[in-house]
């Protein structure tokens, strides 16, 4: 069975949520990771996005933040926060676990089981306030927790908004953007290192080449001149990245009326 996964930063669920269910139509995802829902879990349109077929959990916070699950499958939450600080309130992590069909079992027994992440990784700008300590101070959180997950030996997807774009290829302007928090050295030193403790890009291992922008700011030109960057990723565990087939970029929702200024990244892996 092939199970096909996306990360989306809607910038707002409630301004989104006609973009959100037309593209759930069209593209027919079986889990889905959210960011920057900017509600509380309370006014999330549970209705809209239940008619469609979907099981949904969400980390809320009013007007800021806030990330989401959405699986066509049963779905188990089994965490709302990324652990390592009690006192960081700010809701830009949730965890759970996918009950696949027994199709997608390797053999006997029940339907395999996949663990999703959704994560809204902080912006980090600007560099020069408490803000960027955060930044990287989530990053190597981020870090201790994927190991800890490494140990399970399971399947996992963190699918996010990670804020990060790894590489100058991954950026428009790589001069320009050099000393933003987004594209700072320290910044991709952070983030590489939790990709080194053996997790996959999924969309560079199949399209090592290409910028393959998930973003463009709402300044006026930066779309149809194409001038974006590639910060929303879906990191696979090795067991993951064994049976991935297919990963791209959506630009479709980015170039409608009011849009986000994020796309969805999407990825197929055969179970």
Same mark, same amino acid.
């Given at each position: 069975?092939?199970?096909?996964?996306?990360?989306?930063?809607?910038?707002?669920?409630?301004?989104?949520?006609?973009?959100?269910? @037309?593209? +759930? &139509?069209?593209?027919?995802? !079986?889990?889905?990771? $959210?960011? #920057?829902?900017?509600? %509380?879990?309370?006014?999330?349109?549970?209705?809209?996005?239940?008619?469609?077929?979907?099981?949904?959990?969400?980390?809320?916070?009013?007007?800021?933040?806030?990330?989401?699950?959405?699986?066509?499958?049963?779905?188990?939450?089994?965490?709302?926060?990324?652990?390592?600080?009690?006192?960081?309130?700010?809701?830009?992590?949730?965890?759970?676990?996918?009950?696949?069909?027994?199709?997608?079992?390797?053999?006997?027994?029940?339907?395999?089981?996949?663990?999703?992440?959704?994560?809204?990784?902080?912006?980090?700008?600007?560099?020069?306030?408490?803000?960027?300590?955060?930044?990287?101070?989530?990053? @190597?959180? +981020? &870090?201790?927790?994927?190991? !800890?997950?490494?140990? $399970?030996? #399971?399947?996992?997807? %963190?699918?996010?908004?990670?804020?990060?774009?790894?590489?100058?290829?991954?950026?428009?302007?790589?001069?320009?953007?050099?000393?933003?928090?987004?594209?700072?050295?320290?910044?991709?030193?952070?983030?590489?290192?939790?990709?080194?403790?053996?997790?996959?890009?999924?969309?560079?291992?199949?399209?090592?080449?290409?910028?393959?922008?998930?973003?463009?700011?709402?300044?006026?030109?930066?779309?149809?001149?194409?001038?974006?960057?590639?910060?929303?990723?879906?990191?696979?565990?090795?067991?993951?990245?064994?049976?991935?087939?297919?990963?791209?970029?959506?630009?479709?929702?980015?170039?409608?009326?009011?849009?986000?200024?994020?796309?969805?990244?999407?990825?197929?892996?055969?179970?």
């Amino acid at each position: 069975m092939m199970v096909r996964l996306a990360t989306w930063n809607v910038n707002s669920l409630k301004a989104r949520i006609g973009h959100l269910t @037309d593209w +759930l &139509r069209d593209a027919k995802p !079986d889990v889905v990771m $959210l960011q #920057e829902i900017k509600c %509380l879990e309370e006014a999330v349109p549970r209705l809209e996005l239940e008619d469609l077929g979907y099981n949904v959990a969400a980390v809320g916070q009013k007007s800021y933040n806030g990330v989401a699950l959405l699986s066509r499958h049963p779905l188990t939450v089994e965490r709302r926060a990324l652990p390592g600080d009690e006192g960081d309130v700010q809701a830009r992590y949730i965890e759970g676990l996918v009950e696949l069909p027994a199709e997608t079992s390797d053999g006997g027994g029940g339907g395999a089981v996949l663990r999703v992440a959704s994560i809204y990784l902080p912006n980090g700008n600007p560099v020069d306030s408490e803000k960027y300590p955060y930044k990287l101070a989530w990053l @190597d959180r +981020l &870090r201790a927790h994927v190991a !800890d997950l490494l140990t $399970l030996e #399971e399947r996992f997807v %963190l699918g996010g908004d990670y804020n990060i774009a790894p590489t100058d290829e991954d950026v428009y302007d790589p001069v320009g953007w050099r000393d933003d928090a987004l594209c700072r050295l320290e910044s991709r030193l952070h983030y590489r290192a939790v990709i080194n403790l053996g997790l996959t890009d999924a969309y560079r291992a199949m399209e090592p080449q290409g910028p393959g922008y998930s973003f463009w700011d709402y300044q006026a030109g930066c779309w149809p001149r194409d001038e974006g960057l590639r910060i929303d990723h879906l990191l696979l565990s090795p067991q993951a990245a064994d049976r991935l087939k297919a990963a791209g970029v959506d630009r479709g929702p980015r170039g409608k009326d009011r849009p986000s200024d994020h796309t969805p990244v999407w990825c197929e892996l055969d179970l």
